[in-house]
């Protein structure tokens, strides 16, 4: 499932670059207001340092969002257009509906310092999930993490889509087998917590489990004709973050192209990063 949330900002009020963690933080807030059981669960219970199951975009505008440096201040700021809107998905339908739900009765959205007024929820319809898709990141700025730790370090490593980060080990894994592994890890948390719909998703294309070999194949395609993909990093507290973004070919059964619809690509996904959209063959 994914939903659209518009927005319309307050004023024009420019708010900082790193501002996905605070976005994370004014959705949680709300959700703990109106439904502090399921917030407690995703935060202390079963999901506490698990996987979430829900991945938020970045806010995208009309006119298309601007960086603006203000004096006294080393990294840029954005300033939104007067429409904004963002997506939240998730293949878990309650919390979904709940997070919503939390949001109507605020009737706005404090990111970062700047309040937005909320305008309108709605439900968006999805793709028709097919073996082979192409993906692309939503929105104006959704970017993908994909990080390595190697075992034992502590240490990790972010890998792009034809190299791993300067520093990194030679025997890094490679970003399209980083990212099916992270689909395939994905499908079995959603069994684990909601095997319902796990079982529904494979019934409904005619499969009692998925393979036991990864069937999950990806092939990058150019951002632009000059640009094989853009690169992004921003801050998470006090941690660097690096992504990027590209489209994608997947090939892949049709529940874990569901998956990708409602669960989102690579890492950090409730932090922001890596929701998608059904993209177009260039």
């Not at 307050?10 to 807030?29: H, N, T, W």
């Not at 700021?77 to 739900?101: C, D, K, Q, T």
């Not at 294309?205 to 951002?223: C, Q, R, V, W, Y």
Request: hydrophobic share 40%; net charge positive; glycine share 4%.
């Amino acid at each position: 499932m994914q939903i659209e949330i518009k927005l319309a900002p307050a004023e024009p009020v420019p708010i900082r670059f790193d501002y996905l963690y605070p976005m994370y933080s004014a959705l949680m807030r709300n959700l703990t207001s109106h439904h502090p059981e399921l917030a407690h669960e995703l935060h202390d219970g079963a999901h506490e340092n698990r996987l979430k199951m829900f991945v938020f975009s970045p806010l995208s505008s009309s006119p298309s969002p601007r960086l603006v440096q203000l004096e006294h201040e080393s990294r840029k700021r954005v300033l939104f257009g007067g429409r904004v809107w963002f997506r939240i998905a998730s293949p878990w339908p309650e919390f979904l509906n709940a997070l919503a739900e939390s949001l109507l009765p605020a009737g706005q959205l404090d990111i970062a310092g700047q309040k937005f007024k909320l305008t309108a929820v709605n439900m968006i319809a999805p793709p028709e999930f097919k073996e082979q898709m192409v993906w692309r990141p939503f929105g104006q700025s959704t970017s993908i993490s994909a990080s390595w730790s190697p075992p034992g370090t502590g240490k990790k490593y972010f890998i792009y889509p034809d190299r791993a980060q300067e520093d990194a080990p030679t025997d890094a894994p490679d970003c399209a087998r980083l990212l099916a592994d992270n689909l395939a890890h994905k499908f079995k948390r959603l069994r684990e917590i909601r095997p319902d719909i796990a079982d529904a998703w494979l019934k409904n294309t005619g499969m009692d489990s998925l393979p036991e070999k990864n069937p999950i194949a990806i092939e990058f395609l150019p951002h632009s004709p000059k640009q094989p993909y853009k690169t992004v990093m921003h801050r998470i507290k006090n941690s660097v973050v690096k992504s990027w973004r590209c489209p994608m070919r997947i090939t892949a059964p049709p529940p874990i192209q569901r998956l990708i619809w409602a669960a989102g690509l690579g890492n950090l996904n409730s932090q922001g990063y890596g929701l998608m959209q059904e993209g177009k063959e260039c």
